[in-house]
T-cell receptor
Framework: TQLLEQSPQFLSIQEGENLTVYCNSS?????LQWYRQEPGEGPVLLVT?????EVKKLKRLTFQFGDARKDSSLHITAAQPGDTGLYLC??????????FGSGTQLTVLP | ETGVTQSPTHLIKTRGQQVTLRCSSQ?????VSWYQQALGQGPQFIFQ???????GRGNFPPRFSGLQFPNYSSELNVNALELDDSALYLC?????????????FGPGTRLTVL
């Protein structure tokens, strides 16, 4: 059983559409991170959410941490082809190692 | 400021061989973590080195080993390669301070085992 379940696994949308991807767990976390990974590159940190119910915005991206700190969502408004990539959520362990979900592969078509 | 670099970019080996992957950490960083990313999956933690000592290990067999050098660069060694070792190997560096630290990833080494 995966510690972090991400859905959907794949998402293909047209430019200009809105979308939401999810990261769920049965465990409670002190913080959760979202990364984007593009082909041929390593993951790049987008945001860290810490407080239950917290909402953070990064341009057209809106991140929310669940009230119980067990889940998180990423909403993209007016998606662009440059948003294409693998979106990963991750939590940090006792040795500061990251545990990742399996990711959502997003394709935004022009 | 130079980011995290990894070499080689791609590598093809046959089953049973040994491989060494290299990582240069970002300037000022003292911690290096290695991850394995299979196709279509998220990265999985292999181990972490802090000031030249192994500081945590994931669920990987002993044939996965590593080193960190005084300049904080690092190597990942895999012995007796198996087909399932085919993956993208990612290195991430960070500067340990306080409660949390941000990990910066390199572009990875794509290993194919035939």
């Amino acid at each position: 059983t995966q510690l972090l379940e991400q859905s959907p696994q794949f998402l293909s949308i047209q430019e200009g559409e809105n979308l939401t991807v999810y990261c769920n767990s049965s465990s409670v976390f002190s913080s959760l991170q979202w990364y984007r990974q593009e082909p041929g590159e390593g993951p790049v940190l987008l945001v860290t959410v810490v407080t239950g119910g917290e909402v953070k915005k990064l341009k057209r991206l809106t991140f929310q941490f669940g009230d119980a700190r067990k889940d998180s969502s990423l909403h993209i408004t007016a998606a662009q082809p440059g948003d294409t990539g693998l979106y990963l959520c991750a939590v940090s362990g006792s040795a500061r190692q990251l545990t990742f979900g399996s990711g959502t592969q997003l394709t935004v078509l022009p | 400021e130079t980011g995290v670099t990894q070499s080689p970019t791609h590598l093809i080996k046959t089953r049973g061989q040994q491989v060494t992957l290299r990582c240069s950490s970002q300037s000022g960083h003292n911690t290096v973590s290695w991850y394995q990313q299979a196709l279509g999956q998220g990265p999985q933690f292999i181990f972490q080195y802090y000031r030249e000592e192994e500081n945590g290990r994931g669920n990987f067999p002993p044939r996965f080993s590593g080193l960190q050098f005084p300049n904080y660069s690092s190597e990942l060694n895999v012995n007796a390669l198996e087909l399932d070792d085919s993956a993208l190997y990612l290195c991430a560096s960070s500067h340990r301070q306080g409660v949390t630290d941000t990990q910066y990833f390199g572009p990875g080494t794509r290993l194919t085992v035939l």
